[in-house]
């Protein structure tokens, strides 16, 4: 198979700086071609950064880094610490230090394989590193397929909060093989779905009829719809823009609770399943609030549920999640801006502070204790 026989692209088009997303089922051989012609054919090397579990666990990923050195030069494999470990400073300061050893310079690239923390993790790295160099995603997860590796936005956590050091770097290219679904725990796949039904509310209504129609058994083929389709929406909103001064925060929907809600677990809750749980506070802070009508957030519930996602913020809303949504990113001095769905397909923002949130939300936790 070559990178011709894709069978998905989407366009981010960026002027200059556009990519391509390419989504099937793919070789690595395939995907090593597709990273070899959009990194810079004078490049002087590159650096392949992969989540440590994926390079041990994954002989794909193995073998696409022997392709990739098949074909560019200096290729070095770095492993990075599992999942969400790896996303912060101190990490990102071992990785620029791993690169400077390594002697890579300003001509190198970084190619990031894995999750969606090691996906973040290669893309702010490559954005700080010399001041940039660079970079290119291959996402493992379902989740980074349809919404951590598109989009430019990379960063790491704080103990403050997660994602509140970042940049916003655009990658050369995006190559989603969905081989790499077929050994992801089922608990991960599973997670990624909440970013499906995400871009459903938001902006492609039909997804939330084709998960209700397949619930959490997908084909490959189905996969493959699913994340072309997200990417699709994500791709459209990012081109209008690309730095998150207006439209692009719908992407954000369900993420103020979620974000809480996932430091507030300290990480016990995948990304995934924390959107899932901040998507229904949200449509409930709908309902309060006279935009959506109960019956959407009754769909969210009975979807998510069937998909094999918590639904159950309210019991996990206690005061270490409502002081996390102070530090939202979304934050515009004492307001947030909150993003809520009228009906599937459209969104609406609304100037909230972080006690009114915490006030609507916590009062509907005490109904339900």
């Known amino acids: 198979m070559n990178a011709d026989d894709m069978k998905n692209r989407v366009r981010v088009e960026l002027g200059a700086r556009s990519y391509d997303v390419s989504i099937g089922a793919l070789s690595p051989d395939a995907i090593a071609d597709k990273l070899a012609a959009a990194l810079d054919p004078k490049t002087t090397g590159v650096a392949v950064l992969v989540d440590a579990n994926v390079a041990e666990k994954s002989a794909r990923a193995r073998d696409l880094v022997t392709a990739l050195a098949a074909r560019l030069p200096h290729v070095e494999r770095l492993d990075l610490r599992p ?9 990102i300061e071992k990785s620029c230090e791993w690169l400077a050893a390594h002697a890579y310079d300003r001509r190198a690239a970084i190619v990031g394989i894995g999750g969606g923390a ?17 970079f290119a995603l291959v996402p493992t997860t379902l989740l980074a397929m349809v919404d951590a590796s598109v989009g430019g936005k990379t960063g790491v956590d704080l103990g403050a909060g997660k994602n509140l050091v970042g940049a916003f770097h655009q990658p050369r290219a995006v190559v989603a093989d969905v081989g790499f679904l077929e050994t992801l725990p089922e608990r991960e ?6 970013e499906v039904v995400k871009c459903g509310f938001i902006a492609d209504a039909g997804l939330l009829d084709l998960l209700e129609q397949s619930g959490p058994a997908l084909t490959v083929a189905q996969h493959e719809e699913i994340i072309t389709r997200a990417v699709n929406v994500k791709a459209d909103v990012v081109a209008s823009d690309e730095n998150e001064s207006g439209r692009r925060a719908i992407l954000n929907f369900g993420h103020t609770v979620g974000h809480a809600l996932e430091a507030a677990s300290g990480y016990g809750l995948l990304h995934g399943e924390a959107v899932a749980l901040g998507m229904v506070a949200a449509l409930d802070l709908g309902t309060a609030l006279a935009v959506g009508p109960p019956a959407l957030a009754a769909r969210a519930r009975n979807l998510l549920a069937r998909l094999g996602l918590p639904i159950d913020y309210e019991r996990r809303f206690d005061a270490q999640a409502q002081a996390g949504i102070t530090v939202d990113k979304k934050r515009r001095g004492s307001t947030i801006r909150f993003v809520l769905v009228p009906t599937p397909g459209e969104t609406q923002f609304m100037e909230l502070s972080p006690a009114d949130i915490a006030s609507h939300l916590a009062g509907r936790a005490a109904a339900k204790a």
């Open 83 to 91: 999942g969400e470990a790896c996303k912060n400073l101190t990490e």
């Open 189 to 194: 796949r599973v997670a990624g779905l909440a």
């Open 118 to 134: 090691a996906t973040d993790h290669a893309g702010f790295a490559a954005a700080v590193y010399l001041r940039g160099v660079p």
